[in-house]
Each structure stands twice: as structure tokens, then as C-alpha cells.
């Protein structure tokens, strides 16, 4: 099985801050990682897909890297509404998938 | 653009059986573009992969409950389901349905999401 490992699993920060989300996987996966939002009480959303493409209709402040075992989601200029849960997927075996456990980020 | 709405009973009895469905609008389930997937949340905690079926009837379970678990699609109502059999109070989640696009394995499209409860 391939274990991910998101970091941090909180994260405090500010509007117009610029944040990044870290995603390792216990063995190489390419580019077969998928980043998703999640707000409370809602489905998650997809973000960005295949490591760095950006989802249609979400915003160019959100993106990704990475690629072999570590990833990176980051977001500048924070804005209110991205006050949310993040989860890293691997899909390199797929479609057996797994997540990340979570990264909240919190407003400072 | 794709629309998934899960449906089935809210509450569960422990060693029972649990059933949902997921109707998909707005696009054909036999569509080889996309897996068609159920992700659980239990209450407060992170997204478990539950497991995901081919336009062909194909089956992919998570090891952890592949003996307990069965999808199943049904193309005539465009709707794919899932059982989940002997189940106990850690089976409490919310439970999304989700296409799946196969080229690059992401959920682009999601239920909304439905919460059953495993209780006496």
C-alpha cells in the first residue's frame, strides 16, 4: 500500500498570506497526485490534479509541484473563503487511492 | 457537467446491512471516461477510499473492507450502489459517491454526501 503523509496537519495564517502544504508518498508516484478542498459540512473539491494542472474554474492563487515522492500545494494571497481542510490523493495506483490525513488551515 | 446525488436509509443497525445509491445526471455512468467511486468520512475525521467500479463492471475494493464490500451499476437506471455487509459503529460516516476520471484517477465531481448512522 502507499502511505501518504501530509504536513502540517494545522496551520494558522492570515489573509493575503502565501501558505504551502507538503504531501509525501512512501514510494514513487510520478505525478499521480491530486489535491482537493473540503469546507465544513460540504463534499471536497477538486483543486489541482496530476501534481501542477490547475482544476477548471478554480483560482490561479492555488497551485502544485512535486513529482517521485514529495508535493507541494501552495496557495498565495489567502483570501477568506480559503479557510478550509486540504487532502493530498495519490491515484498512481489506480484506482485503488488513498488520501492524506488533512491539513487544516485556520485563520490567524 | 456531471451531478451525483446519493440516496438510502440514514440509519443502521449494527450486523446489518448498509445500501446506497448514487444516481448520476448529466452524463451516461457507461461512459469509459470515468471510475465511479463511494469515499466515506466518519464523523470529524479524514476521507477513507471505500472502493470504485468501471464502466464495465469492474470492481476495486480498499483491502480493508474488501470482504465486506460490493459496488455494483446499474446502467439502465444510471445508477451505481454500494453494500456494505455485518456492520458496526465505526461504519458511522458520511458517505459521498464521486466520478472518477480515469485518465488522471481525481474525483472532479461529487455528491453531496449522505450521513448514516450505525446504532441499535
Known amino acids: 500500500d502507499i502511505q501518504m503523509t501530509q504536513s502540517p496537519s494545522s496551520l494558522s495564517a492570515s489573509v493575503g498570506d502565501r501558505v504551502t502544504i507538503s504531501c509525501r508518498t512512501s514510494?514513487?508516484?510520478?505525478?499521480?497526485l491530486n489535491w482537493y478542498q473540503q469546507k465544513p459540512g460540504k463534499a471536497p473539491k477538486l483543486l489541482i490534479y496530476?501534481?501542477?494542472s490547475l482544476q477548471s474554474g478554480v483560482p490561479s492563487r492555488f497551485s502544485g509541484s512535486g513529482s517521485g515522492t514529495d508535493f507541494t500545494l501552495t496557495i498565495s494571497n489567502l483570501q477568506p473563503e480559503d479557510f478550509a481542510t486540504y487532502y493530498c490523493?495519490?491515484?498512481?495506483?489506480?484506482?485503488?487511492?488513498?488520501f492524506g490525513q488533512g491539513t487544516n488551515l485556520e485563520i490567524k | 457537467q456531471l451531478q451525483l446525488q446519493e440516496s438510502g436509509p440514514g440509519l443502521v443497525k449494527p450486523s446489518e446491512t448498509l445500501s446506497l445509491t448514487c444516481t448520476v445526471s448529466?452524463?451516461?455512468?457507461?461512459?469509459?471516461?470515468?471510475?465511479w467511486g463511494w469515499i466515506r468520512q466518519p464523523p470529524g475525521k479524514g476521507l477513507e477510499w471505500v472502493g470504485s467500479?468501471?464502466?464495465?463492471?469492474?470492481?476495486y475494493y480498499n483491502p480493508s473492507l474488501k470482504s465486506r464490500v460490493t459496488i455494483s451499476v446499474d446502467t439502465s437506471k444510471n445508477q451505481f450502489s454500494l453494500k456494505l455487509t455485518s456492520v458496526t459503529a465505526t461504519d458511522t460516516s458520511v458517505y459521498y459517491c464521486?466520478?472518477?476520471?480515469?485518465?488522471?484517477?481525481?474525483?472532479?465531481?461529487w455528491g453531496q454526501g449522505t450521513l448514516v448512522t450505525v446504532s441499535s
Open positions: 464521486a466520478a472518477i476520471v480515469v485518465l488522471v484517477g481525481a474525483a472532479g465531481s
Open positions: 448529466g452524463g451516461s455512468i457507461n461512459s469509459s471516461r470515468y471510475y
Open positions: 467500479i468501471s464502466y464495465s463492471g469492474s470492481t
Open positions: 514510494q514513487t508516484i510520478s505525478i499521480y
Open positions: 496530476a501534481a501542477s
Open positions: 490523493q495519490q491515484s498512481y495506483s489506480t484506482p485503488l487511492y488513498t
